[in-house]
C-alpha cells in the first residue's frame, strides 16, 4: 500500500524549464511545486492509460524556445 505522506525530493531544472514551468503554474494558478505535481501525476496516468511514455524521447532534455 502506498504512503499517503508526501515524499520530499530535491530537483535540479534549468533557468529556462524553470521559468517555463512558472510561467505555466501562474497561467494555471498553481505553485511551481503544484505545476510539477500536476504534469507527472498527468504523465503517470498517460502512460497507465495507453502503456506508453508521453515523449519517445523522455530522456532528452526539452529544446525550450525562451526569450
Not at 512558472?22 to 498527468?42: H, P
Not at 495507453?50 to 529544446?63: A, M, Q, T
Amino acid at each position: 500500500m502506498a504512503d499517503s505522506k508526501k515524499k520530499q525530493i530535491p530537483l535540479r531544472l534549468s533557468a529556462k524549464l524553470y521559468d517555463a514551468l512558472a510561467a505555466w503554474a501562474e497561467d494555471d494558478f498553481r505553485s511551481v511545486n503544484g505545476q510539477i505535481e500536476y504534469l507527472l501525476t498527468e504523465c503517470v496516468r498517460q502512460r497507465k492509460k495507453n502503456g506508453k511514455y508521453v515523449s519517445e524521447h523522455l530522456d532528452e532534455p526539452p529544446d525550450l524556445d525562451i526569450k
